[in-house]
T-cell receptor, first 114, second 109 residues
Framework: NAGVTQTPKFQVLKTGQSMTLQCAQD?????MSWYRQDPGMGLRLIHY???????DQGEVPNGYNVSRSTTEDFPLRLLSAAPSQTSVYFC?????????????FGAGSRLTVL | GQNIDQPTEMTATEGAIVQINCTYQ??????LFWYQQHAGEAPTFLSY??LDGLEEKGRFSSFLSRSKGYSYLLLKELQMKDSASYLC??????????WGAGTKLIIKP
């Protein structure tokens, strides 16, 4: 099993450009999520999904869109990149929501917006 | 508001013991997690506590006191590979995770 696969690993964008961060998991996990990690701050939830066709906003959703057309894939779209979106992005999945639910993280995508 | 506090950085010596503390204030409580994150890598799961007490797993142990809103991660027989950031996260009443900023642990020979 590959686990959670994120692409690209690194990306540089100019302000105003759009892009999609890809996330795929092969563990048949129902729950998938996107986090951003910034220096000196805890992981912050952007969007999450509890199953195919269901998405919801997290703590910092502005400027990002998601969709969940299949159980395996959960892409994150930046609509019009801003320097404030410079960050490391992690996709994470788990078998279900609820207590004791351990997240499996992808390797991360480092995004720089100039 | 919801808040997780943990020290920013700690230093310890190879072979020694170190305790990383985490205090939390959340809307409800459905468990506390510890994750390890090596520089440039993804977080990986270490432990989960939902009841008071100590959970031991090899060289790593995690303790929880719900009445005090307090947890610690205890690392014994420190090895150089334990140099990493340790993330504390609480699950609130909505089953959402609230994350601390992480404690960077530096191991010296």
């Amino acid at each position: 099993n590959a686990g959670v696969t994120q692409t690209p690993k690194f990306q540089v964008l100019k302000t105003g450009q759009s892009m999609t961060l890809q996330c795929a998991q092969d563990m048949n996990h129902e729950y998938m999520s996107w986090y951003r990690q910034d220096p000196g701050m805890g992981l912050r939830l952007i969007h999450y999904s509890v199953g195919a066709g269901i998405t919801d906003q997290g703590e910092v959703p502005n400027g990002y869109n998601v969709s969940r057309s299949t159980t395996e894939d959960f892409p994150l779209r930046l609509l019009s990149a801003a320097p404030s979106q410079t960050s490391v992005y992690f996709c994470a999945s788990s078998y279900e929501t609820g207590t004791a639910n351990v997240l499996t993280f992808g390797a991360g995508s480092r995004l720089t917006v100039l | 508001g919801q808040n997780i506090d943990q020290p920013t950085e700690m230093t310890a010596t190879e072979g020694a013991i170190v305790q990383i503390n985490c205090t939390y204030q959340t809307s409800g409580f459905n468990g506390l997690f510890w994750y390890q994150q090596h520089a440039g890598e993804a977080p990986t799961f270490l432990s989960y506590n939902v009841l008071d007490g100590l959970e031991e797993k090899g060289r790593f142990s995690s303790f929880l006191s719900r009445s005090k809103g307090y947890s610690y991660l205890l690392l014994k027989e420190l090895q150089m590979k334990d140099s990493a950031s340790y993330l504390c996260a609480c699950m609130d009443s909505n089953y959402q995770l609230i994350w601390g900023a992480g404690t960077k642990l530096i191991i010296k020979p």
